[in-house]
């Protein structure tokens, strides 16, 4: 059967694409090297930052909102509208807040003291100067979205071809390692193996792999769930806050009160999920990184993170190094190899958060500039 739409890779882009496509009504065909979506869509924070990404993007993480909101509504994955927490535990923290606050204006960034910042993260003993909270963020957990993506897009007539990995694509022709498919249309969305694919897109893009260091702790039940847990790294990470005029002198200040995270590119942060505590991550990039996990830089990482939130003696139940497409040059890779293949991959941590607004574009051709 030849479909409308042939969506390469089952990954939380590749799915998104699948499911708006699916709204328009058109016949979608899912094709997918592994048995199931085990690659960075279930390996990272479930962490929707659409405030934290550049203004020029806005619209795009808008209507990646939006998507969320009606998968979640359609496949009744888990969706919290909760918000980010920031605590600022240095005046320099609580200006580049300020100034955040300032540019996006109230409905955005909410400033919050002390207290407020202590009661959201459930530890009274936490030395912070104040903090923010961003009620427009989301949480979903990333054990389960995808899976519950497939389930109810195979519920509804999409066809999916697991075991399949796709060896060559042109013309709304694909070829896989077990024969050949067409559709009128056919959407690429690799992820990190883009190189296996479209070797030289991956390179004109200067695409190689990001690799994270990240572990699941116990969650103490005073933590709420939809906890979503920002710091200072992270304000001088994402595009967003970066943009503030006090994150240049946040970064040195970083540099000197946390040299081991500063060394290792951390973005320290921590989300929640029903079966514990994620917490992360730190950032090395190479174009085939070894499988190792630095034990040094782990205990690093859950120790910050445990300050955050008063945990003693964190328990650690889970380690594992993710890994997501990067590029130095851009955000997104997105391009039209010919007139009935679009190619989509996210080259930064953030194909989670833009996932559903990134599918639109692809669907649509629409061109954004400023990725
Ligand atoms: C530790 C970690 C933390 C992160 N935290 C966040 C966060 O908090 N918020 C956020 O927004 N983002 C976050 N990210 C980034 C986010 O996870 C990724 O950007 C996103 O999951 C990418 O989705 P994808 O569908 O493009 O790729 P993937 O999930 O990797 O899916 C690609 C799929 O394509 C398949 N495939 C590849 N080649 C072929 C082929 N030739 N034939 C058939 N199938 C193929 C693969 O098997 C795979 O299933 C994080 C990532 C990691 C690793």
Known sequence: MTHDLIVIGSGILGLATAFLAHKQGQSVHVIEAEAAPVHSSIMNFGHACFTGQADLIQPVADRARRGW???????????????TWIPAVTELEMQVLREFAAHRGEA????????????????????AVGGAHLPRDMRVNPREAAPRLVAWLASQGVTFTWN??????????????????????VIACPGDQLRGLFPRI????????CTLAMALLTRPGRIPVETALLTGTSLARYDGFAAMPSVPQLRDELASREPELVAMVANLMATGIPNGLLVGDSHAYSLSPEPFIDEALAEVLIERASYYFGLGEPVVRQRWLGHYADSAERNLVLVHPD?????????????????????????????????
Do not use: C
């Open 69 to 83: 909101l009606q998968a979640a509504q359609d496949t009744g994955l888990w969706a919290a509208q909760s918000g």
């Open 164 to 185: 399949t990995r796709v060896t060559a694509v042109s013309d709304g022709r694909v070829d896989t390692v077990r024969g050949e498919y067409s559709a009128r249309r």
């Open 202 to 209: 991956a390179e004109g893009n200067g695409v190689r792999v």
């Open 339 to 371: 007139d009935s293949t679009t190619v989509a991959v996210v080259t930064s941590g953030i194909g989670m958060t833009l996932s559903f607004g990134i599918a639109e574009l692809a669907l649509s051709g629409q061109v954004v500039e400023g990725f």
């Open 108 to 127: 955005d960034v909410t400033l919050v003291g002390p207290g407020e910042i202590r009661d959201a993260l459930a530890n009274p003993d936490l030395e």
